[in-house]
């Protein structure tokens, strides 16, 4: 292996960029929706708990939001830097739904935090409620374009070649924007975001009740954060199962390689591993607890249904799909099989366990309980929000790698993506220079969470002390 070949590092690079800003992006979609659900709270019922739940989380969710916007702007540079020949194929494509992420819902949505930041004694009550809601339409606005320009690369639509085929243009924006891809996708991820979401609310709210800090406010955060974990990862379940047959139908090598399934099947052979012994390469033998039909029921929604294989879909592309490019890949288009396997199997796992602790804490904090949480149970709990931060990270390793080794599906190989013109290492300075950063960063996002999160939000005031202020709502109530 050549350390310093430009393909290997541009794709380290890509790699931890960008899954060191897919750390943000989920926790800003979901906080988002959980800051404006607590401000709704306190709108309607004037209960000073849900105030000061709304600007502790609301402080989280503005370090998450500012970092995640740092760590975004670096993603686009890569574009020109290292993958000039794919920005070159795909620009006139990809660059459109880009631009109205950028140009649209990022302003949209800034604009908007910006009011609800600066508007608390300055807006109405209801208009200000509005300005958070109204950021996190935007929040997800972006996050639905962000998701067809990468859906393009799982399924190409709405495009047609250049003249001299070198360049894919777009002639259908509509097609673009409605990718089954995307309309799967966009529910998953969305779900999943409020799962991480959830799971930091449970791992705040059980520090401050082991300690017994903040009690009244952070029973009701801890029941939102439990409740919310349930009914998100119902949602992942659910709408990751009409993502499972979207993919089937578009890219049926990806299924195979998340089962590492060499031969295809049918029936009660077309089963799913629950967990294996050995390496899914085909090269020798592996031990597996499998579960018959579960893989023809996931794929097809029938226990009947047939699951192509590794090997006959190699063959069919080589001869038949995308025989121009058999000869390059030596006739297999299958991506890494141990990635694709155990990347779907710890996004399954961690993301049961982190639904399994929400159903145990529900339990524990259940009223009719006749017994004090023990301490190890709060502990436990601490550990919902890196379950779930996991999850959500290795479901994006899966969907990226399971398209190798394709950079756009059927119409550009990977290795066929990268800047031509810049030696690998400028690249390994770049990777090495960003990784640094990136740390720095990452050690100053975390200390300024986990000093907001101790520190708690601001205490309610005692309702026995003598009344020497003038009421709440006639006062200003800025704290950013």
Not at 204 to 214: E, F, P, S, V
Not at 239 to 266: H, I, N, R, W, Y
């Amino acid at each position: 292996m050549d350390l310093l070949d430009p393909l290997l590092l541009a794709r380290w690079q890509f790699g931890l960029t960008t899954l060191y800003h897919f750390l943000f992006v989920p926790l800003t979609l979901g906080m988002a929706l959980t800051v404006s659900i607590f401000q709704t709270a306190w709108f309607r019922t004037g209960d000073l708990k849900w105030l000061h739940l709304t600007r502790f989380f609301g402080k989280i969710f503005l370090i998450n939001f500012a970092m995640g916007v740092v760590t975004g702007i670096v993603q686009e540079f890569q574009f020109g830097m290292n993958w000039s020949s794919y920005s070159r194929f795909v620009g006139d494509v990809f660059g459109a739904p880009l631009a109205f992420e950028g140009l649209m819902a990022f302003f949209f949505e800034a604009t908007f935090i910006g009011l609800w930041i600066f508007g608390w004694d300055k807006l109405p009550k209801g208009l200000h409620l509005a300005s958070i809601w109204i950021a996190t339409i935007g929040a997800w606005f972006s996050a639905y374009f962000i998701l067809a320009a990468n859906a393009f690369m799982q399924n190409p639509l709405g495009y047609e070649m250049s003249a001299d085929g070198g360049r894919a243009e777009m002639n259908d924006f509509l097609a673009v924007l409605t990718n089954p891809v995307a309309l799967a996708a966009l529910p998953h991820t969305l779900f999943a975001a409020f799962m991480m979401t959830a799971g930091v609310i449970i791992s705040i709210a059980a520090w401050h009740l082991l300690r017994k800090q903040n009690v009244e406010m952070m029973r009701p955060a801890l029941k939102y954060g439990l409740w919310g974990m349930i009914v998100a990862f119902a949602g992942v379940a659910l709408s990751g199962d009409q993502l499972s047959l979207v993919m089937v139908s578009t890219q049926p090598m990806k299924m195979a390689a998340a089962e590492a399934m060499f031969d295809s099947a049918c029936g009660a052979d077309a089963s799913f591993s629950l967990f294996s012994i050995g390496t899914p390469d085909g090269t020798g033998e592996i031990f597996s607890v499998r579960v018959p039909f579960l893989l023809a029921l996931l794929s097809t929604h029938s226990l009947d249904g047939c699951v192509e294989g590794i090997n006959d879909l190699n063959l069919q592309y080589a001869t038949e799909d995308f025989p121009q490019f058999a000869e390059q890949l030596d006739g297999n288009f299958a991506p890494i099989l141990w990635i694709t396997y155990w990347s779907f199997r710890w996004m399954i796992g961690l993301g049961s366990i982190a639904a399994l602790t929400a159903v145990v804490g529900l339990w524990l904090t259940r009223k009719k309980a006749k017994r004090e949480v023990p301490a190890w149970a709060w502990k436990l709990a601490i550990w919902a929000w890196p379950a779930s931060l996991f999850a959500i990270l290795v479901g994006w390793v899966f969907t990226e790698m399971g398209r190798q080794p394709w950079i756009v599906f059927g119409l550009m190989l990977t290795e066929d993506g990268v800047s031509p013109s810049v030696p690998g290492w400028t690249v390994l300075i770049s990777l090495i220079s960003f990784t640094a950063i990136y740390a720095a960063l990452a050690v100053v996002e975390v200390g300024l969470i986990t000093k907001t999160a101790k520190k708690g939000p601001d205490p309610l005031p005692d309702p026995n002390a003598p009344v020497t202020e003038v009421p709440l709502e006639d006062t200003p109530t800025t704290v950013y």
